[in-house]
């Protein structure tokens, strides 16, 4: 049982903000995401909640209890590192007793039981007399993993974990991740830079942005609703096309290469940008748009097509048999029902009636 | 909040003076006091052992300008240190460019040249005097064998301190040949195919690629080199004395002479307060010199 | 060409310049030890080839019988010793406070330790001398050592090992419940093991075979070390007798240069590595 509660925490350094009123509640269980750039100001605040960071102002709880000042040891927190932070010198299994030794009452033999266990869930059982030299970088992931495990803490902190394996073992850690989340019920705060990440193993994102928070939502949420334009954009792959329109008399908006207005709903701001995503345009010969390929890719079982609409381009995802080959003019379609606008100054997300 | 901050900030500055205390405490008392008391006992009268101490101004420093043997001696010193350490370093990057190789015995040439390094001063002087000796010497033996006529080396003005120096380069220039070798050993050895490619002779090479290279670390052997040419007081102590005719008096002999033997301590501190300001000088000319260059040359 | 060919292993003629080199080299010591098996008439007879005619061992008892050799090496064992184990503990603590603590006066504090590196000893040694001869300590074992104990050169090589550890595996220690104390006696000192034996060895081959100091210090065979006995033995014999003065020196020399020989690799790593950072 496990809430961790973040309310208004700032934190700057010689004066300087980097972070700015974070409130975010991670509540028992959860599999809570923070993503964002670098230098967006998670890791630190994943670095605050593990007290290896000062918290400037702000309260930090975990399950209840206010925490703010305590020593890393006394949060009942454990964290895997980008880097994996094992202790060279020592084999697999003293890395997961030091901590064990250091900050549990435990006898030596509970000790090697929580150990053996955690071992044979992470299948590290014949690794554990090897240092972390003689171990392949997925192993010594796994014995990070195992280290943490063994604390039984209240909360799990990932800080970049799996960013310093090759693209494969990514995809099979991550589902290995998952596996674990879901099987020991564990409360885990995850920072990643990497949207995908963030997507697939979250069962809520935080985005974030230069210190401050965005937009706190399941992923599918964040994905179909993004609050804003920079939520939007970093969230999918390609990444949602940004259309600058003018709202014209009777309220429709308008773009040079769209056939005629599109009603998008009452009382809309003279401009916005009109947000679509490549999955959501249909390319034909008919359309509500008009434009001209200028590029295609195909990526195996599916084609993007590159189109420009003036000076605006988008990309539209297409079968690969249907792709149509460059040069061509097209007609463009779009899903109105999952379409979206954003405010052009601001870049808020404006709630469409429709 | 800011409060519990601070209190931490306090304590970790707490607990690292309390880290750096011990040797804080011996650096005070055996390096930084010595050098005050010194400047002190250089503006005095003072004998060793007489705990009286008369002032007498600058007038040490002044008796320091009129003072032949102390201008021979800095004249000696200066002569020492600027041939001996550039061209120990000129040996040393010579053996190590030829040693920079898979050749065979590699690692015995490296210990043949290396090994002086671990003789102690006083025991490499004597077997220099013995080798140096008129008559039964080897070296002496070897220019009769030629039919060359024999040489009393340390008792001749004009070559007692060459042949110190010589000695001397036989004992550190293996010491300067393994921090070279080091160096080397990270120059990417495809510098030199290109430079084959393009018809580069080994000479330019060594001039043109190595050498550059590997300034940053020739900068610190001079350094070292400079502050390892004060084990000279060994040697002179051991094999001359200073003679003849102070023919081989160096300065840090001099001020062990005037401090030990003349029990002049208030001179002698004088003397020793020279020493330090001319190797800060030299070290700051060196530093705002070749330090320069080098920064430029070891960017890559 | 020199550089060519011997980067590219082909230089078998390089023997041919490197050997007699290296025999030039190994001369002296060759030499030290010929000459402490002859006799001495042998030594003066410029007849007398470079061997000895016969091996003759009684120069070694002979120098032994004439100067307390074990005490001289108890006390220089006793004085690297000493020095050694001091300066671990100083520049340990020193240097774990410069690489990984922020507090008021820290580049003024290094600053101290950097300048004492240039310092030459003998802008000191006269004022020292007479510190310890106020507090009645010359003629003693601490007197040989005090001097020593803090170690600028030794702190700055141990600062720079200390950061290159990752901050991430401090930060695993500290969330493993380590404070500053136990993160450096668990984490770092055994990760910068290289770096304490290459200062270690380093330290040993200077003060064992210092000199200056010791000749000041002392003026009893109780506290002298090996090579300020051996400087005795020269001045004793005044030249007549180099075999048993190089019986002496192949006694002084041999401890350091037996160890160097077993552990050649370590030695020559070790001051290999003073160059580069």
């Known amino acids: 049982m496990a809430t961790v509660n973040l309310s208004k925490i700032n934190k700057s350094y010689a004066g300087r903000p980097t972070v700015h009123d974070i409130d975010l509640t991670i509540e028992d269980r959860e599999f809570m995401v923070l993503v964002g750039p670098s230098g967006c100001g998670k890791s630190t605040t994943l670095r605050m909640i593990a007290g290896l960071e000062d918290i400037t102002s702000g309260v930090l709880t975990i399950d209840g209890k206010d925490v703010t000042d305590a020593l890393p040891q006394k949060r009942d927190i454990a964290m895997v590192f980008q880097s994996y932070a094992l202790y060279p010198h020592m084999t697999a299994y003293k890395n997961m007793a030091f901590g064990l030794l250091r900050t549990s009452r435990l006898s030596k033999a509970e000790i090697d039981t929580r150990i053996r266990e955690a071992a044979e869930i992470l299948h590290i059982t014949d690794l554990l007399d090897r240092r972390p030299k003689e171990l392949s970088g997925g192993e010594r992931q796994r014995v990070a993993i195992g280290r943490a495990l063994v604390r039984k803490p209240k909360v799990f902190l990932f800080d970049e974990p799996l960013s310093n394996l090759d693209a494969k073992l990514r995809n099979r850690m991550r589902g290995e991740l998952k596996r674990l989340h879901q099987e020991l019920a564990l409360t885990v705060i995850y920072v990643t830079h990497d949207q995908i990440e963030a997507m697939t193993l979250g069962t809520r994102v935080a985005m974030m942005s230069k210190g401050h928070l965005q937009q706190v939502g399941a992923p599918m949420d964040i994905y179909m609703h993004p609050s804003n334009t920079f939520v939007a954009t970093f969230i999918g792959s390609p990444e949602m096309a940004l259309i600058p329109c003018k709202t014209d008399a009777g309220g429709q908006i308008r773009h040079a290469s769209f056939v005629s207005g599109l009603a998008m709903g009452e009382g809309l701001p003279a401009g916005v940008l009109f947000g679509i995503r490549p999955e959501e345009v249909r390319l034909g010969d008919e359309g509500m748009a008009r434009g001209k390929v200028e590029r295609t890719e195909l990526i195996g079982a599916e084609a993007l097509v590159e189109v420009s609409l003036g000076d605006d381009r988008l990309t539209v995802k297409s079968s690969v048999a249907d792709a149509p080959s460059p040069g061509t003019d097209v007609g463009l379609t779009f899903d109105l029902s999952r379409a979206r606008l954003f405010h052009a100054e601001t870049g808020r997300a404006i709630a469409v009636g429709g | ?300 | 060409m020199l550089h060519r060919l011997s980067r590219r292993a082909r230089g078998g003629w390089l023997h041919f310049v490197m050997l007699p080199l290296a025999v030039l080299w190994m001369s002296p010591m060759i030499w030290i030890v010929l000459t402490s098996l002859k006799t001495r008439t042998e030594v003066f007879d410029p007849a007398a080839g470079l061997l000895p005619e016969v091996l003759v061992f009684t120069n070694y008892p002979a120098t032994l019988s004439v100067a307390p050799f074990g005490t001289y090496l108890i006390n220089s064992i006793l004085t690297t010793g000493s020095i050694l184990i001091c300066q671990l503990v100083t520049i340990t603590l020193a240097a774990y406070a410069f690489a990984r603590l922020e507090f008021r006066f820290k580049n003024f504090l290094f600053g101290l330790f950097l300048l004492q590196v240039m310092f030459p000893i003998y802008s000191t040694f006269l004022a020292n001398f007479v510190t310890l001869r106020e507090m009645g300590m010359i003629n003693t074992l601490p007197a040989l050592v005090v001097p020593f104990v803090a170690s600028g050169y030794g702190t700055f090589m141990l600062r720079q090992s200390f950061r290159q550890i990752p901050s991430e595996l401090s930060d695993a220690a500290r969330l493993d419940g380590c404070g500053h104390l136990a993160t450096l006696w668990y984490v770092c000192l055994p990760l910068v093991q290289p770096t304490l034996i290459a200062f270690g060895i380093i330290s040993v081959v200077t003060h064992w075979n210092d000199y200056m100091w010791p000749l000041l210090v002392t003026n009893s065979d109780s506290v002298r070390t090996l090579p300020i006995g051996l400087g005795l033995l020269a001045k004793a014999d005044s030249g007549a007798d180099w075999t048993r003065l190089m019986a002496g020196t192949t006694i002084v020399v041999s401890p350091l240069l037996l160890m160097f020989i077993i552990f050649q690799r370590r030695f020559i790593d070790s001051f290999m590595h003073t160059g580069v950072k």
């Open chain 2, 1 to 300: 909040m800011s409060r519990n901050v601070e209190k931490a900030r306090r304590n970790e500055a707490v607990l690292a003076y309390f880290l750096l205390a011990p040797s804080l405490l011996f650096l005070a008392a055996f390096t930084y006091w010595p050098i005050l008391r010194s400047f002190w006992f250089s503006l005095h009268d003072v004998l060793l052992g007489d705990p009286r101490m008369f002032f007498l101004g600058a007038e040490n420093y002044q008796r320091l300008l009129s003072d032949g043997l102390f201008w021979k001696t800095l004249g000696n010193t200066a002569f020492y240190t600027l041939i001996t350490v550039p061209v120990a370093i000129a040996i040393a990057l010579l053996l190590a460019v030829a040693l920079d190789s898979k050749l065979r015995g590699m690692a015995i040439y490296r210990s043949a040249f290396f090994y002086p390094v671990m003789i102690p001063s006083v025991a490499a002087g004597m077997v220099w005097v013995f080798l140096y000796a008129p008559g039964y010497g080897p070296i002496n033996e070897a220019l009769a064998a030629l039919g060359l006529p024999q040489i009393d080396w340390l008792n001749k003005s004009g070559l007692a301190l060459p042949a110190i120096m010589l000695m001397s380069l036989w004992k550190y220039s293996g010491y300067f040949m393994l921090i070279l070798l080091a160096a080397l050993k990270l120059v990417p050895s495809d510098l030199y195919e290109a430079a084959r490619l393009d018809g580069v002779s080994g000479w330019d090479q060594l001039i043109h690629i190595t050498v550059p290279l590997i300034s940053p670390t020739l900068y610190f052997v001079v350094i070292i080199g400079l502050l390892h040419s004060y084990q000279i007081f060994d040697y002179v102590y051991v094999m001359t004395q200073g003679g003849p005719a102070d023919a081989t008096n160096v300065l840090t002999f001099y001020i062990y002479q005037t401090g030990f033997q003349y029990q002049d301590i208030g001179y002698a501190s004088t003397l020793a307060n020279t020493l330090l300001l001319s190797v800060l000088a030299l070290i700051g000319l060196i530093a705002v010199t070749l330090g320069r260059r080098v920064h430029y040359l070891g960017e890559r």
